[in-house]
């Protein structure tokens, strides 16, 4: 059983939607116990996703790499691996996910290249045109307005720099759903260029990757 079923083992209507409604939060917020649970099934199908995309960003040695969203910090930890002299920084608004990926990354947090913040994507807390490379993985369906959040990406890029949006095809019923070219669209309006789509590696669920240049 995985956690999309678990909203459905309840027999009764309200039920149903009181359990959609709190994994919607749990995966848009994790927190507590429930949240840690949240971070161990992330660990298990988002492992993929995550390498992937930092493959994809073709990060190189010297590279400042923003992450939003970086939940138990899988993608941090892979990143940290490629860019040695460069730094590897990244917020989400989840105490209990900086813990998580603060204590998976604590030698490279000691050694300066990883920093990790509380934070949200609608008001990075980062001076302009500071990162040369972005990320976001399965994070998209929770931000509020995505116009804003697209802004400050696009904000505190460098000009040419590189974003890369990581989105499943089919998310959770509540959360709000994207396409490749919806996404696309919202980077484009947000001023990014050479805005590109493809496919993920086959997984269980399956994901897409938007990439824009600032
Ligand atoms: C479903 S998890 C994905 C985590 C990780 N990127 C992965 O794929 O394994 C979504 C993460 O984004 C964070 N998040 C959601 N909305 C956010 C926002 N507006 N700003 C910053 N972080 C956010 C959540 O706290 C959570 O850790």
New binding site residues.
């Given amino acids: 059983m995985n956690l999309h079923d678990c909203a459905f083992v309840c027999t009764d209507g309200n039920s149903v939607l009181s359990m959609k409604q709190s994994i919607q939060n749990q995966?848009?917020?994790?927190s507590g116990l429930i949240g840690k649970l949240f971070g161990w099934t992330?660990n298990v199908f988002?492992r993929t996703?995550?390498r992937w995309t930092i493959e994809l960003l073709k990060l190189q040695p010297s590279d400042k790499l923003l992450?939003?969203?970086?939940?138990?910090g899988?993608?941090i930890e892979y990143a940290a691996t490629k860019s040695k002299q460069g730094l590897i920084a990244g917020?989400?608004?989840?105490e209990t996910?900086l813990a998580t990926a603060a204590k998976r990354n604590t030698a490279a947090i000691a050694a300066g290249r990883v920093q990790l913040q509380l934070?949200?994507?609608?008001a990075l807390p980062f001076a302009d045109s500071f990162f040369d490379k972005a990320c976001?993985?399965?994070?998209i369906y929770?931000?509020?307005p995505p116009e804003r959040?697209f802004a400050e990406l696009r904000r505190v890029l460098k000009p040419g720099g590189t974003l890369a949006i990581v989105a499943r095809h089919k998310q959770l019923d509540a959360h709000r759903q994207y396409t490749p070219e919806v996404i696309g669209a919202l980077m484009k309006e947000a001023g990014f260029t050479e805005v590109v789509a493809q496919e993920g590696p086959g997984s269980r669920f399956p994901v897409f990757c938007v990439t824009g240049l600032a």
């Fill in positions: 995966a848009g917020h994790p992330m988002n996703d995550n992450e939003v969203g970086f939940g138990t899988q993608a917020v989400d608004h989840s996910m934070g949200e994507v609608e976001s993985i399965n994070c929770f931000w509020e959040g």
